[in-house]
């Protein structure tokens, strides 16, 4: 049996050892990179018809409105006078920034007038509105 004597001389320091440290950075690097996941507007619209279409980037913000009156902006549902402080953060920090406007087909023409003004007065430039390619 082997017994250990302290030293005389002086007190031992207490270390963390250190070593494997970027060990864990990389596997906590992994796991936020493998469980994060990305918000998918999945609002069920039916968008009206068109002949042409334009692709757009996939850097804008999506305000989606439903035939029921439900509004919804980047997924979450809002009231109409929270679209022009809402849009206006966004404007401020990207001024060029597209807003799509997922605006399902049966929705009264008053409403769109309205979501169109809330967004003019939060200065938006940049609006998409998308269709569906008309079969005839």
Same mark, same amino acid.
């Given at each position: 049996?082997? %017994? ?15 070593? *494997?440290? *970027? ?16 918000? %998918?507007?999945?609002?069920? %619209? ?18 989606? %409105? ?14 109409? +006078? ?5 849009? +206006?953060?966004?404007? +401020? *920090? ?27 007065? +939060?200065?938006?430039?940049?609006? *998409? ?8």
């Amino acid at each position: 049996m082997k %017994v250990f004597k302290r030293r005389r001389g002086g007190k031992t320091k207490a270390e963390i050892p250190n070593s *494997s440290m *970027s060990d864990i950075a990389f596997l906590l690097l992994i796991f936020f990179m493998v469980t994060t996941t990305f918000t %998918v507007d999945r609002t069920p %619209v039916e968008l009206p018809r068109t002949a042409t279409r334009t692709e757009i980037d996939k850097d804008h913000e999506i305000i989606s %409105v439903q035939t029921n009156g439900f509004i919804q902006f980047r997924g979450e549902r809002v009231m109409m +006078a929270d679209i022009q402080p809402m849009a +206006a953060l966004e404007i +401020a *920090s990207d001024p060029e920034r597209i807003f799509f406007l997922k605006i399902d087909k049966g929705v009264r023409w008053e409403t769109v007038d309205e979501l169109l003004e809330q967004l003019r007065m +939060a200065r938006v430039r940049n609006l *998409s509105l998308p269709t569906e390619p008309r079969t005839d």
